[in-house]
């Protein structure tokens, strides 16, 4: 240290008045790089998110009225038949244009079945599963759903289950 002392002594003013100036430009950099640099980082990633959830409330807004016209006119209780779970499925695979993909149908416990989709379009198994909750009361147990090489199309495991059923 003393001769880094000796050195800054030995001189001149102007060369002095540089080296500190330069020492204190590189502090400033530094700061700037690791303090504040980070610190707006952060709140202009803030600000993007703000705007997305703005997005994302403008969308839940404008569709608002229709979800609750859909869910006016949908009957609130379902209440289950006595057709058995197997043939229920069957029937409603068929419906939703799944039949081709349903490979398997195993009773599981008292009210419930195992099924098996293979290719099966994705949007029409939710469509299908989200009838069978509202018009017959079936709920999913469980479920491991799997894309498959072709876009758009799944194979799926389901436990579904009735009360009563």
């Known amino acids: 240290m003393q001769k880094l002392k000796d050195w800054f002594s030995s001189l ?8 500190l100036g330069g020492g204190a430009a590189v502090l400033l950099v530094a700061i700037y790089f690791f303090a504040l640099a980070p610190f707006y980082a952060a709140v202009n990633g803030g600000a993007q998110r703000v705007e997305t959830k703005k997005g994302d409330l403008a969308w839940m807004r404008s569709v608002g009225g229709e979800v609750l016209a859909l869910s006016a006119s949908s009957p609130s209780a379902a209440a289950p038949s006595n057709e058995s779970l197997v043939v229920l499925i069957d029937r409603s695979a068929r419906e939703c244009g799944l039949a081709s993909s349903l490979t398997g149908q195993t009773p599981s416990g008292e009210n419930g ?3 098996r989709l293979e290719q099966a379009e994705f949007d029409k198994l939710v469509v299908c599963l989200g009838s069978l909750q509202q018009s017959h009361s079936v709920a999913i147990e469980s479920a491991t759903i799997d894309r ?18």
């Open 12 to 19: 001149q003013q102007r060369e002095r008045v540089l080296v």
């Open 113 to 115: 079945i195992r099924v």
């Open 148 to 165: 498959t090489a072709k876009p758009g199309f799944v194979n799926a495991s389901l436990v579904l289950t009735r009360p009563g059923g």
